[in-house]
């Protein structure tokens, strides 16, 4: 299926190269972070996750600031592909606890162990974190995640606090606590992407929450969790009117337009009383994604100013507010 693998930090450098096939010229990483850093096809400034140069198909994904790449001749679905990146991300990120450049060098004979056990001769057998526990020896080296700076865009708001991140998802599924204790915990978080188009008067002109219900396990047996989600909680408008269902369902109703649930989740009793039955996988997993356009107050608003400084200039000027769990 996929003839080589490859990790590339932001400046290009080789991290990991794995060449399944042989059918690719050496020199594939090179030339793929030079199209991608030019790239100005199309009347696009940033390159699709799949495009062709001299007969060989590129799919990558960005993960952290890592640039996960995977090359072939042959025609592959892209989204097999992408996906298959996506899992190879987090199965590392799993066994390594951190995922970043630093982490990658330090650990380079596990990664290598755990893309060999992941891919043979460029065919998928496994991408479970559970399952490659009994093919997979090396130990991982524990990168201190207190000294990490944080990468996402939520970071601008938290410089010069005294707030320590917290340590407790970062650590490897495979490593156990001092005295060799094994880690009872389950974590839990909700992590929502809000997009919001405001007019130049500052008001809302389109608004939509992408969501994710995402779990990390260390709970050992394998026992079953239910995880309980809001009686009044609807999917999917069928036609009627935000207003109908807030009618019938009352002021507080939660409704999606769309969600999907992980291969592990029982939908049984879900119908009945809005109740998830699972038996998590070792590792970090999605358990729930979401989508909703309904309106909602969002946590910020934005104003613009517009003033004309001459014939060929123009002076932009934001307002930017963030209301603090009012209203959210």
């Given amino acids: ?86 899992r190879i991300a987090r199965v590392i990120k799993d066994y390594l606890g951190v995922l970043n450049e630093d982490s990658l060098r330090k650990n380079f004979v596990l990664v290598y162990e755990l893309l060999d056990e992941v891919i043979d001769f460029g065919y998928v057998q496994t991408t479970s974190t559970e399952l490659l526990k009994s093919y997979v020896f090396n130990e991982p080296i524990v990168i201190d995640a207190s000294r990490l700076q944080p990468l996402g865009p939520a970071s ?109 989740v029982r939908l049984d009793s879900f119908d009945l009383d809005r109740t998830l039955s699972l038996v998590p996988p070792d590792g970090e997993f999605p358990v729930m994604n979401y989508r909703m356009t309904q309106e909602f107050k969002p946590p910020f608003r934005i104003n613009t100013l517009i003033e004309e400084a001459g014939a060929l200039k123009v002076i932009i000027v934001y307002h930017f507010r963030i209301f603090r769990n009012k209203g959210w």
């Fill in 156 to 264: 601008i708001f938290m410089q010069g606090t005294k707030r320590m991140p917290g340590t407790a998802v970062t650590k490897s599924v495979v490593a156990n606590e001092p005295g060799g204790r094994k880690r009872e915990e389950i974590f839990v978080d909700i992590i929502e992407k809000i997009s919001v188009t405001f007019s130049s008067s500052g008001y809302i002109l389109t608004s939509e929450i992408d969501g994710t219900i995402q779990m990390k396990s260390y709970l050992t047996g394998n026992p079953e969790i239910r995880l309980a989600l809001n009686d009044d909680l609807s999917i999917g408008k069928d036609g009627r009117s935000i207003y109908d269902y807030r009618i019938s369902s009352g002021p507080g109703a939660v409704v999606l337009d769309d969600c999907n649930f992980h291969e592990s």
């Fill in 1 to 86: 299926m996929i003839s080589q693998f490859f990790v590339l930090s932001q400046r290009g450098d080789n991290i990991v190269f794995r060449d399944y096939r042989g059918e690719v010229q050496k020199g594939s990483a090179e030339i793929f972070f030079r199209k991608v850093k030019f790239w100005k096809e199309d009347g696009q400034e940033e390159a699709p996750p799949v495009f062709n140069v001299d007969g060989v198909n590129y799919f990558h994904v960005k993960v952290v600031g890592l640039l996960f790449v995977a090359t072939t001749r042959v025609n592959v679905s892209p989204s097999l592909v992408l996906e298959l990146l996506q």
